[in-house]
T-cell receptor, first 113, second 113 residues
Framework: GESVGLHLPTLSVQEGDNSIINCAYS??????FIWYKQESGKGPQFIID?????DKRQGQRVTVLLNKTVKHLSLQIAATQPGDSAVYFC????????????FGQGTTLQVKP | EAQVTQNPRYLITVTGKKLTVTCSQN?????MSWYRQDPGLGLRQIYY???????DKGDVPEGYKVSRKEKRNFPLILESPSPNQTSLYFC????????????FGSGTRLTVV
């Protein structure tokens, strides 16, 4: 069935290092993917998105890579900072008719000073 | 400031007592949706609305109702809350369906005793 999974529940990195958070999706029909950041006590915050006609998209300190062949999505954060500590979710548009987003379980990023 | 506003942020209620969680967006978005977030289950869609007077069920609609009488507001109604509706609820909106990042509210933590 449809699912979006993240490979690691927790990722711990040193401040200043680069972080890579991975996500596997199963619905090959999905054509839009989003990464969200959720800090404690807050709602998911949009980070970056990518459409299926692209394989890479860059933002400020973040890059999303999409590999449709193996149905894999990753989020790279450059020069990770303490403020990046949060739970990161990938999401795919499970249905273009309903607008439903299918979320993964989330990866907790811990940044060590 | 462009935002999705939910109220209340926290609510403790008793089984069977009707309640409404309000959601309002100031971005003139057509699409609005409600999600609940539970440990181990992630974010799941409850209801969505493509525009005024157009609403439909998501994946977990049982026990909930919604209405969309005006574009900016999308309240979530629990006619007879039960303890299994204890959860963290998020309202989200998007300019259109499918290919735009969704803006989430800050969440409503509901406890039903």
């Amino acid at each position: 069935g449809e699912s979006v999974g993240l490979h690691l529940p927790t990722l711990s990195v040193q401040e200043g290092d680069n972080s890579i958070i991975n996500c596997a999706y199963s619905n090959s029909a999905s054509d839009y993917f989003i990464w969200y950041k959720q800090e404690s006590g807050k709602g998911p915050q949009f980070i970056i998105d990518i459409r299926s006609n692209m394989d890479k998209r860059q933002g400020q300190r973040v890059t999303v890579l999409l590999n449709k062949t193996v149905k894999h999505l990753s989020l790279q954060i450059a020069a990770t900072q303490p403020g990046d500590s949060a739970v990161y979710f990938c999401a795919e548009n499970g249905s273009s008719n309903t607008g439903k987003l299918i979320f993964g379980q989330g990866t907790t990023l811990q940044v060590k000073p | 400031e462009a935002q999705v506003t939910q109220n209340p942020r926290y609510l403790i209620t008793v089984t069977g007592k009707k309640l409404t969680v309000t959601c309002s967006q100031n971005m003139n978005h057509e699409y609005m949706s409600w999600y609940r977030q539970d440990p181990g289950l992630g974010l799941r869609q409850i209801y969505y609305s493509m525009n005024v007077e157009v609403t439909d069920k998501g994946d977990v609609p049982e026990g909930y109702k919604v209405s969309r009488k005006e574009k900016r507001n999308f309240p979530l109604i629990l006619e007879s809350p039960s303890p299994n509706q204890t959860s963290l609820y998020f309202c989200a909106s998007s300019l259109t369906i499918g290919l735009n990042g969704y803006t989430f509210g800050s969440g409503t933590r509901l406890t039903v005793v």
